[in-house]
Each structure stands twice: as structure tokens, then as C-alpha cells.
């Protein structure tokens, strides 16, 4: 069993950076690849970031291209979001999941065995 624990969300003002991270536990880290997700109320959960076992990017959503920035650290179990010039539309709790298709660049929730909590992120203009 694979554990993934979120942290880093909160309340942010729009134009603000903010760094997410996910602790993972319970299996060896890189036989996984990582995504984040996020879901807005009344929303379908959409893919964001992500990041292959041996720190090669999945291509980001565009609706965050250019300003979310997906980074992990095989040595320490961890995996992190940098969202820069946030917007009230990036508000949303997001997740991190891990995925056993290591290999490819998944991006369909399907694809992603475990999940996170989630953390809140809200974003006020």
C-alpha cells in the first residue's frame, strides 16, 4: 500500500507563488510516477502536472502551462507543485497521486492507483 500525504495549501491572494509538496510512503518511490491533480466545486477532478520515476516531465495541462512547475525528490520520498502568478480560477483542492505506469506520461485519473487527502487552495483577486 502506497501513502501520500499533501501539504502546503492555504489562502493566497491572486499574483502570489505557492509551493505544494506530497510525502509518500509505503512502497519504493520510483516505481511510481506522480501527477497532481485538482478539483474545483462542481467539477471534474483534472490532471495538472506531472512527473515520471526518473524526474522526466509530463506536460502540464495548458491551462497552467508556463506557470505550475512539478519536481520531485527520489531521495527524500517527495514530490511538489510550484504554482507561480496564481489565479481565482486555480482555486481548487488538489491532489497528488501516484501512478504504477511509470513509464508513459499518464494523464487520465484511471491511470493513478493512489491518491492524497487533497489540500485546499484558494485564491482571492
Known amino acids: 500500500q502506497v501513502q501520500l500525504v499533501e501539504s502546503g495549501g492555504g489562502l493566497v491572494q491572486a499574483g502570489d507563488s505557492l509551493t505544494l509538496s506530497c510525502a509518500v510512503s509505503?512502497?519504493?518511490?520510483?516505481?511510481?510516477?506522480m501527477g497532481w491533480f485538482r478539483q474545483a466545486p462542481e467539477k471534474e477532478r483534472e490532471f495538472v502536472a506531472g512527473i515520471l520515476w526518473n524526474r522526466s516531465n509530463t506536460p502540464n495541462s495548458a491551462s497552467v502551462e508556463g506557470r505550475f512547475t512539478c519536481s520531485r525528490d527520489n531521495a527524500k520520498n517527495t514530490v511538489t507543485l510550484r504554482i507561480n502568478s496564481m489565479k481565482p480560477e486555480d482555486t481548487a483542492v488538489y491532489y497528488c497521486?501516484?501512478?504504477?505506469?511509470?513509464?508513459?506520461?499518464?494523464?487520465?485519473?484511471?491511470?493513478?492507483?493512489?491518491w492524497g487527502q487533497g489540500t485546499q487552495v484558494t485564491v482571492s483577486s
Open positions: 509505503g512502497r519504493t518511490f520510483t516505481n511510481y510516477a
Open positions: 497521486a501516484a501512478s504504477l505506469y511509470r513509464h508513459l506520461r499518464p494523464r487520465e485519473v484511471s491511470r493513478y492507483s493512489y
